[in-house]
């Protein structure tokens, strides 16, 4: 599975949207989304919001933890704590990206909201390369990892699996001591 993959997956969360348009329900495989009245806040998929939004058919409701002091809130913990702490939303990372990149004028204080998330996640990927190290000296056999995104996973997959695997090549190779 790639990032992209993983952004995919993402744009299925809910957000809201105000539209300025009047239809009916969409019937979709993944559920009935709508009806659709002028400025009356509406639940649909990430990936339809941004689809509307780009036709500059809605305004995009940004979710109640996307604001900068929220932001701040989750830094200041995952700081203060040795483990990773909950984020406010499995694909955090994912839709605040998507959201910056179609409707920053939907985001109030884009610039700073665009920061910290960066920061956090910067944050919690060197607090994940910390802990697959230690992990990886330890030469435990399993690890719990608690609170973490799926995109989290994916980014230190492949170094986390090849590493494993060189190390037991080596250990493979390694001449025994017949004193």
Same mark, same amino acid.
């Given at each position: 599975m790639d990032n992209e993959e993983v952004e995919f997956i993402a744009e299925n969360e809910l957000i809201t949207v105000i539209p300025n348009f009047q239809y009916? !329900?969409?019937?979709?495989?993944?559920?009935?989304?709508?009806?659709? #009245?002028?400025?009356?806040?509406?639940?649909?998929?990430?990936?339809?919001?941004? =689809?509307?939004?780009? &036709?500059?058919? $809605? &305004?995009? #409701? $940004?979710?109640?933890?996307?604001?900068?002091? @929220?932001?701040?809130?989750?830094?200041?913990?995952?700081?203060?704590?040795?483990?990773?702490?909950?984020?406010? +939303?499995?694909?955090?990372? #994912?839709?605040? /990206?998507?959201?910056?990149?179609?409707?920053?004028? %939907?985001?109030?204080?884009?610039?700073?909201?665009? !920061?910290?998330?960066?920061?956090?996640? %910067?944050? &919690?990927?060197?607090?994940?390369?910390?802990?697959? /190290?230690?992990?990886?000296?330890?030469?435990?056999? =399993?690890?719990?990892?608690? +609170?973490?995104?799926?995109?989290?996973? /994916?980014?230190? &997959?492949?170094?986390?699996? @090849?590493?494993?695997? #060189?190390? =037991?090549?080596? @250990?493979? =190779?390694?001449?025994?001591? %017949?004193?």
């Amino acid at each position: 599975m790639d990032n992209e993959e993983v952004e995919f997956i993402a744009e299925n969360e809910l957000i809201t949207v105000i539209p300025n348009f009047q239809y009916k !329900t969409f019937y979709l495989i993944g559920g009935d989304i709508g009806p659709f #009245e002028p400025s009356v806040p509406t639940q649909v998929p990430l990936w339809l919001a941004v =689809h509307f939004r780009q &036709r500059q058919k $809605c &305004r995009i #409701e $940004c979710p109640s933890w996307i604001n900068v002091e @929220k932001l701040e809130e989750i830094m200041n913990n995952e700081k203060s704590s040795d483990l990773f702490t909950q984020m406010p +939303n499995p694909h955090y990372m #994912e839709i605040t /990206n998507v959201l910056l990149n179609c409707a920053p004028q %939907d985001i109030p204080r884009a610039d700073e909201v665009k !920061t910290l998330v960066k920061d956090i996640w %910067d944050l &919690r990927i060197a607090k994940l390369r910390s802990s697959m /190290n230690e992990f990886i000296k330890s030469e435990s056999l =399993h690890a719990k990892v608690n +609170n973490l995104t799926l995109l989290e996973i /994916n980014t230190v &997959r492949n170094l986390l699996t @090849k590493t494993l695997k #060189e190390l =037991h090549n080596l @250990k493979q =190779h390694v001449p025994i001591n %017949d004193d």
